[in-house]
């Protein structure tokens, strides 16, 4: 739930709360929106499993940032490769070819940030609202297709 202060505009999402998609079999909880952050940043939170992550692809108008809460994360820079760990904080300037691939044994847990507020709005288009109980399904023919047509209104660039 999200909730308002009446001290002013400050946002709070209790834990376990805010917009949460499959994306595939990973998922995303939504903490910080275009919507309530007027536009700065985007926040979340990402449980990724084994062999998950996005393909290659840069983002020409936003920068990102992660922190690997834990797992094994392979990071794309350009044309190299490392691999972030538990505890390791990892940002991406607007522009940088990249992706992420978890190549742990188990799930990990990451937080990403964008600024200013980018791409909630695909994983919410083409996601499917998770819901307690149910498990994910592998991103369907239709949603994969989705991804490279809506890639480019979302300002996202596909770089395989």
Do not use: C
């Amino acid at each position: 739930m999200t909730t308002a202060h009446p001290e002013g505009k400050v946002v709070h999402h209790s834990a376990g709360t805010g917009p949460t998609y499959w994306f595939g079999d990973a998922i995303y909880t939504f903490k910080a929106t275009r919507e309530n952050t007027g536009g700065s940043l985007t926040f979340a939170e990402a449980s990724v499993p084994p062999g998950g992550g996005p393909p290659p692809h840069i983002h020409p108008h936003a920068d990102e940032a992660f922190y690997i809460l834990n797992g094994d994360i392979e990071f794309l820079n350009g044309e190299k490769t490392f691999t972030a760990h538990d505890g390791d904080f990892v940002f991406v300037p607007r522009g940088t070819r990249h992706r992420f691939r978890n190549v742990g044994l188990h799930v990990s847990r990451m937080l990403f940030l964008f600024t200013p507020a980018y791409l909630e709005n695909f994983f919410m288009e083409i996601g499917q609202e998770a819901r307690a109980g149910e498990a994910p399904v592998p991103l369907s023919e239709v949603q994969k297709r989705q991804i490279v047509e809506f890639a480019p209104r979302h300002d996202l660039h596909l770089a395989p």
